[in-house]
Structures are given as C-alpha cells and as structure tokens.
Antibody, heavy 124, light 107 residues
Framework: QVTLKESGPGMLQPSKTLSLTCSFS??????????VSWIRQPSGKSLEWLAA???????YYNPSLKSRLTVSKDTSNTQVFLKITSVDIADTATYYC????????????????WGQGASVTVSS | DIQMTQSPASLSASLGETVTIECLAS??????LAWYQQKPGKSPQLLIY???SLQDGVPSRFSGSESGTQYSLEINSLQSEDAATYFC?????????FGGGTKLELK
C-alpha cells in the first residue's frame, strides 16, 4: 500500500524558513521513473506545483519560487524534504507531497498518490 | 509556463444529469493531462490520466477526451458523491500547472 504523509511546523513567523518532510512507504524513490513532488493549496484556491525530485536525484523547481526553494531526499529514499526561505503570509497554505510513477502497462507517467496535506500558517 | 484555463468555475446539476468540464492548454501538451477530484478537507484523488485513461477504481461514469489543446472531463449519471471540486493538471513540461478548478454542486 502506497502512503505519503507530510509534516511541518504548523505555524511560523514571517521571514523564517519553512521546513517540510514527506515520509512515504509502499514504493521506492530509487525506482526508475519515480518522482516525488510538492504542491500547495491556499484555502479555497487552486493548486500550485512547487518542486520535484526524481529517482536519479534530479531536482525541478517552479521558476516563480525557485530562489526560495530547496528539495532534497534522504539516503534511504524514504523521505523527501522541502525548504522555503523567507516565508510571508502568501505562503500560508496546505502543502501536499505526491508520487508520480510510471505505469508500464500503459506507458504513462501518473501522479497517483497524494499525502493528506500539512497545514502551514505564516503569521506574526 | 503552460497555462491551463479551466471552465466553468462552478456549476450546479441534478442527480442523473451529465456534466462536462473543460481545460484549454496554452500550447500542445501531447495528452499529458490528468483530472483530479477533491472533496473538502481531503487531498486530490486521481480520476483520469493521459487525458482519457480511467484510473483503477474510478467509476466508469467518469471519462476524459481531447480535441487539440482542449481537454474535457465528462461525468455521466451524476451521483450525490460527485459533489466536489475538479482540477486538470498538465505534466508535459515543468513547471507542472493546474487549472483553476471547477466546483460541482448537486441540486
């Protein structure tokens, strides 16, 4: 069974660094084609893709936030991390991590599993 | 960035009706499109991938299609549990982008 779970500070002050952890099981990030992404959603709004890291350790960032984002993974390939520097109120959102895997039967890349989300509030 | 323009932003329909939600990509995304359903307080759930492939476990009343850069999600025979917000997402190119969402209300 594939599961992902996000964890974070819940609340932090403006200008601080937000650190999020995605802990997952049921798959290995070292499997070819596997990607773990971070996506966020302000309350009542749409989804914004932030960053991703793939099985080969390659990293991808949303250009609109790239200077503030760092994605990484642990050596055991069971956790992925996201850091966002200099947060402000606009970073208040629910943060999700999600798995993109490769369906060999249909030769398709599919983002098929999401975590439950971690709510983050930026407030002084 | 590839822009995904989703319409309508909201719609209201009755049980048993058929509804269609559309997403227009700003450039060719070569069918690299997914549809998600999200209920309040929950994470998005995958419905359709590769524009028209039904994810395992998703009812067959959900279907996806494409015409050029226009992608559509059709829901037939609406059920009460279909009340939710629906999002399209392209993964042809980074940064992956989402549509603005369609809130479906059941009358």
């Amino acid at each position: 069974q594939v599961t992902l779970k996000e964890s974070g500070p819940g609340m932090l002050q403006p200008s601080k660094t937000l650190s999020l952890t995605c802990s997952f099981s049921g798959f290995s990030l070292s499997t070819s084609g596997m990607v773990v992404s971070w996506i966020r959603q302000p309350s009542g709004k749409s989804l914004e893709w932030l960053a991703a890291i793939d099985w080969d350790g390659d990293k991808y960032y949303n250009p609109s936030l790239k200077s503030r984002l760092t994605v990484s993974k642990d050596t055991s390939n069971t956790q992925v991390f996201l850091k966002i520097t200099s947060v402000d109120i606009a970073d208040t959102a629910t943060y999700y991590c999600a798995r993109r895997s490769y369906y060999s039967s249909s030769r398709a890349y599919v983002m098929d599993a999401w975590g439950q989300g971690a709510s983050v509030t930026v407030s002084s | 960035d590839i822009q995904m323009t989703q319409s309508p932003a909201s719609l209201s329909a009755s049980l048993g009706e058929t509804v269609t939600i559309e997403c227009l990509a700003s450039e060719d995304i070569y069918s690299n499109l997914a549809w998600y359903q999200q209920k309040p307080g929950k994470s998005p759930q995958l419905l359709i991938y590769d524009a028209s492939s039904l994810q395992d476990g998703v009812p067959s009343r959900f279907s996806g299609s494409e015409s050029g850069t226009q992608y559509s999600l059709e829901i037939n025979s609406l059920q009460s549990e279909d009340a939710a917000t629906y999002f399209c997402q392209q993964h042809h190119d980074y940064p992956w982008t989402f549509g603005g969402g369609t809130k479906l209300e059941l009358k």
